[in-house]
């Protein structure tokens, strides 16, 4: 905390410096006051002065007094560096109230503090976390008196004469010799000198006007005795000529005599230099303009002045960016795919779009296509693959790390006022490549971060956006440069976090990871040479085995990428070079048991084998910043009363997905033959192993649901089967995203199934290698049915059926031809299972009637509740019995008629005649059973 009296923030107040703009009021102190400690700083009442705040505890402090009735207790502390309390302040202080806060981009808080009135500390009451106290008001004691006006005139006369010597504004003189308020006097004049923190304490503690008054004028007379006598050194030293001004005269003479002589001119040698390299560096007319313009500026100035420094460097920055400077394009598609496949293994479709892109280029000579953005996992060759780019295309290449970025101005640069101020890193790294056209890699953009300094995604839309970065404008340079002939590159670990605005202008493309034959081929062609190099080994000392190497990826990394990998071969080529540091020059080969030697423990193994088996335990499949992982879906049920805990730390979509998935096995209870006591009376508690990681995402929906089905079932899930896919709630799996990621992240696990969404049979024939897809047997399923009998061989029942476009067909040709009877326009598909002979001679019975129902819309809708649809069976079975044995002895079924009471109207089993329906038609004569219906009908 500081005093800031004198600072510019507060220049825009109309009243001189210590004068009150707070009427005097009766003003009620709160009960429990907040007093804030200062050092080096007395506040007097009716005195505005501002005021910094940086510690944590003061920031609370001034946050809740705003809340409230934005007062509190400005107390000098007896020792400064002594901690805060009670016993380390001065009992009377002044009570305060805060005009005005602004929040500086430091952190701190800067107030504008009106004093009030003399307060004293009556109680204590409370010091965490900051101190608080009920305080009592100190009036001033005045007693109007000759003796209380001599003492008036004499300070406002002694004001005066500090005033005419200049160590005091002649604002202050003025409000001095127009205040009447003798208390008020003596606070404002003692507040504007420099007195030593202690009297101006006993100040004021001084209730007494007249005393308050005495002890000014002594402090007044003393300070203006000492004012005295600094003028008059002030005057015998303004007598002496300043030694700078002494050189700048005697400058100005050697050059007037030089001139006078044809020696030299009078052009300084940096400014002669400045010229001359505006004149070389080829700039754009607005940039040659604005550097001349500074240039005579800069000649105007004297070298020891602060802004010939800051000018100067601003036009080194001009005349060392390269205008008009490039390298030449020298694209070679042949040569391009050579360097990309010497560089990185497979990456098929990455290395065939870079080459599309390429050719474009090459075509159009300039680049006006999307920015390529490389999203996968560390360790996949993401920033590499951008150097590959520069090398193929013979451009420099320069990249920028923007993890962890907050700061706008690491983009556009600083404004030229503030000090220290430098261009963004855009046009830093175009000077250093000093070309205006090199590839320029943006590592790391879901990484950007935003606070009160700006947001550098948002800078970095006019970079990378073809249709602005023509003139894009850095704010130290304050004008136009054209980025339109440099390529950028942007890699990423995950897209989510990237602001839309931001993809939109990139072309994403997808390193989703390597499989393990992969690996072992990057570790022979690019990994274990390089570690050669790096740490003085050679094949003739180490030799790593393809046991080796498969031991090392399987079971020591578990990662897409192969930086892991790398890091291993180097743990073991560095023990073998401190072996033949120490004189041991055998070679040394690098097998199984050798790797478990040197590297200890493995620190992964496959969890397959120990999941296998158990009730209630799924596999599901997700993706992360790193790839492809196994996830582990678990359910366990207790005595309870139907409640559905989840736990795992999982996000609310996934949590809605276990929801939906319990849901559907409670409506599809029947056809699971599991009683409703299975769910009402056991609570079930699903979790997500690995709990400290965050789990969110709809793809474990079809897993969940597996979960729950096998422990309600007491049925364990298939072995080496994983499973993902979205869930909805009348259990149709949908489609879901990362296919390549995940299938791969099974692979690696020893999957040796996976029950996958049916649109994404595309995504495994496209992006899924051969080797994975040779290895792994894939399931698609449109249905959580198929789903629980894939992985459960439990088959459900559901009311789910494919619409078929059928043709009309009259009743007449469905007769000749045994197809279904027609209802309306449409056919009747009746579910599997029913017999023909339960049907009728044409699949119908015959009492049903031909046309369409009116109420059928109704009746349809009746039939999803579970208890209507019962009595729809119900009422139906009885008419197929009744039509049976009415065909059988008509008298006999009239005998029944005449008992049975008759159904009311609108109900099934009522007659549909008239005007709402069609009579049905008369039986037809009996057909003659053959012995296997017959015996098939008993």
Not at 125 to 130: R, S
């Amino acid at each position: 905390m500081s005093d800031n009296r004198t600072d510019p923030s507060f220049d825009d107040q109309p009243q001189p410096p210590g004068i009150s703009v707070v009427k005097d009021r009766d003003i009620e102190i709160p009960a429990e006051l907040a007093l804030m400690a200062v050092d080096n700083f007395v506040l007097y009442p009716y005195m505005i002065a501002p005021m910094v705040v940086d510690q944590e505890h003061l920031k609370r402090l001034v946050h809740d007094s705003l809340q409230g009735e934005r007062m509190l207790g400005v107390f000098l502390k007896r020792d400064s560096a002594k901690v805060e309390s009670f016993d380390n302040l001065y009992e009377v202080g002044c009570l305060a109230m805060v005009l005005k806060m602004l929040r500086m981009p430091d952190g701190s808080m800067r107030l504008l503090l009106h004093g009030i009135e003399r307060i004293r500390i009556a109680e204590r009451q409370a010091e965490e976390p900051y101190l608080k106290a009920r305080v009592e008001k100190m009036p001033d004691l005045a007693v109007e008196s000759k003796n209380v006006r001599a003492m008036v005139k004499s300070v406002q006369g002694i004001i005066n004469k500090i005033v005419q010597m200049g160590h005091l504004p002649e604002d202050l003189g003025r409000a001095i010799n127009e205040m009447q308020d003798a208390g008020k006097l003596a606070d404002l004049a003692v507040s504007h000198l420099s007195v030593k923190i202690e009297e101006r304490q006993e100040i004021l503690e001084l209730a007494d006007v007249e005393k308050r008054l005495d002890r000014v004028l002594q402090i007044l007379a003393r300070e203006a005795n000492v004012f005295e006598l600094g003028s008059e050194i002030q005057t015998k030293v303004m007598g002496r000529m300043d030694q700078k001004q002494r050189e700048y005269i005697l400058r100005e003479q050697i050059k007037a005599i030089r001139k006078e002589l044809g020696e030299e001119g009078e052009e300084n040698p940096d400014i002669k230099e400045l010229g001359e390299a505006i004149a070389k560096a080829k700039m754009p007319d607005h940039a040659r303009e604005a550097a001349e313009k500074e240039l005579r500026r800069l000649n105007q100035m004297h070298p020891s002045s602060p802004e010939y420094s800051v000018s100067r460097t601003y036009l080194d920055w001009l005349v060392t960016l390269p205008w008009s400077k490039s390298t030449r394009d020298n694209i070679d598609l042949g040569k391009a795919r050579r360097i990309l496949d010497e560089d990185h293994f497979d990456l098929s479709d990455v290395k065939e779009r870079i080459l599309e892109h390429l050719a474009v280029i090459k075509l159009k000579k300039k680049i006006r296509g999307p920015i390529l953005c490389f999203v996968g996992p560390p360790g996949v060759g993401k920033t590499s693959l951008g150097r590959s780019i520069a090398r193929a295309m013979g451009r420099k290449f320069y990249r920028i790390s923007l993890g962890g970025m907050r700061d706008e101005a690491e983009i556009r640069g600083h404004r030229r006022t503030y000090i220290g101020s430098l261009p963004g890193r855009i046009v830093k790294g175009i000077r250093d490549c000093d070309s205006n056209n090199p590839l320029m890699m943006l590592d790391e953009v879901d990484k950007i971060g935003t606070d009160f300094r700006g947001d550098p995604a948002s800078a970095l839309l006019e970079v990378l956006d073809p249709e602005q970065n023509f003139s894009f404008t850095d704010h130290y340079l304050d004008m136009a440069f054209d980025l339109s002939h440099a390529m950028f590159i942007t890699t990423a670990n995950l897209l989510e976090p990237i602001a839309p605005a931001l993809l939109d202008r990139m072309e994403v493309l997808r390193l989703s990871g390597y499989t393990s034959r992969e690996k072992m081929e990057i570790a022979k062609r690019y990994l274990i040479p390089r570690t050669y190099e790096n740490t003085g080994v050679s094949r003739k000392s180490v030799e790593f085995t393809d046991e080796g190497l498969e031991t090392l990826i399987e079971e020591y990394t578990r990662e897409a990428g192969v930086r892991n990998l790398e890091r291993e071969i180097g743990n073991i080529c560095r023990k073998v070079a401190r072996r033949l540091a120490s004189g041991r020059k055998t070679l040394l080969k690098i097998d199984r048991g050798e790797v478990g030697r040197l590297l200890g423990p493995k620190p992964y193994y496959r969890e397959m084998a120990g999941r296998e088996g158990q009730v209630g335990v799924a596999t599901g499949l997700a993706v992360n910043q790193y790839g492809g992982e196994i996830l582990f879906l678990e359910a366990s049920a207790m005595p309870g009363n139907g409640t559905l805990v989840l736990t795992g730390q999982l996000g609310e979509v996934m949590k809605e997905s276990a929801v939906a998935a319990m849901d559907y096995l409670r409506s599809n209870a029947e056809s699971l033959g599991v009683a409703e006591e299975a769910f009402a009376k056991r609570n079930i508690h699903v979790h997500v192993p690995a709990g400290a990681t965050p789990k969110d995402g709809p793809s474990a929906g079809i897993a969940i649901a597996s979960a729950l089905c096998s422990l309600i079932l007491d049925k364990p899930v298939r072995d080496h089967l994983a499973m993902t896919g979205e869930i909805t709630l009348k259990g149709n799996v949908l489609p879901i995203g990362g296919v390549k990621e995940k299938v791969l992240a099974a692979h690696r696990s020893g999957i040796k199934a996976i029950i996958l969404p049916t649109h994404c049979r595309a995504n495994v024939e496209k992006d899924v290698p051969t080797e994975v897809k040779n290895a792994v047997r894939f399931h698609y399923v449109d249905h959580v049915s198929q789903v629980l009998e894939i992985a459960l061989g439990v088959k459900i029942q559901t009311d789910v059926r494919p619409v078929r476009s059928t043709p009309r067909v009259t009743v007449q040709e469905a007769k000749r031809t045994e197809e279904p009877i027609v209802e309306g326009k449409v056919l009747r598909i009746e579910p599997e299972g029913t017999s023909r002979h339960s049907r009728g001679r044409h699949g119908k019975s015959s009492r049903e009637p031909v046309a369409a129902k009116p109420d059928e819309k109704k009746d349809k809708a009746d039939s999803a509740d579970p208890q209507t649809a019962d009595r729809g069976k119900a009422t139906q079975g009885a008419s197929n019995r009744h039509q049976r044995e009415t065909r059988r002895s008509p008298a006999a079924a009239e005998r029944r008629s005449a008992v049975k009471p008759t159904a009311p109207a609108g109900s099934p089993s009522a007659p549909q005649g008239g005007r709402g329906g069609v009579a049905a038609p008369k039986p037809g004569p009996r057909r003659r059973r053959s012995p296997r219906r017959a015996k098939d009908k008993e």
